[in-house]
């Protein structure tokens, strides 16, 4: 009888005890699973920019750095950055901050060209300015956001917020290409192509 009853107790404890690992269980990875969800849908945006900062700080960089050379029109650049790094997977690409360009084109005119961050591809000679960027050619001084040159097609784009400020007047555009080989510009506007300044530009100016 004393056996029978030990062996019932025994029996309760184990069903008691399957019965609390089941609940504790069942509440605890639910209540894993909530969080889980609730960080990942009001701080999945933080702990991006934070990895993709730690990632940046742990890149090996390079401080002012000078690149020389000719594009394809046989005009002489320099191009200077106070910080840049390599990328990892393609190492022809730099990524630079504090950026600036200068070209010396055959007729002794000069374009400078100014950046925040930039992407220089050592192998194309392709160059990409971002944010802030600032030109002057001759009289002419231009704003920006954004700024690719193509050694291949042999051309400076210009666009996004593009402002130009000129002794003879102020324009507005939507985008500038300047045909480095003609040293030409080409003006699109807002207003269905239409320029919309107070001045024409010649060739050779912004």
Known sequence: MIERKKK?????????FIGVMIIYFTYYNKSNIVDESFISDTKKEK???QSEKTNLENKEKFINIEYTGLDLSGNRYVLKSK???LDEISPEIIYMSSVEAVFYFKDDTILRIWSKKGIYNNKTLDMKFIDDV????????????????SNSERYLSIYDNVRIKDIRGNLIADKLLFDIKKQKLNITSFN??????????NEKRF
């Open 47 to 49: 702990i991006k920019e």
């Open 134 to 149: 600032e030109a002057k050619y001759l009289s002419s001084n231009l704003f920006a956001q954004k700024a690719d040159y």
């Open 83 to 85: 910080e840049a790094y």
């Open 192 to 201: 269905n192509g239409k320029i919309n300044a107070n001045v024409k530009l």
């Open 8 to 16: 019932l107790r025994f029996t309760q404890f184990i069903l008691l």
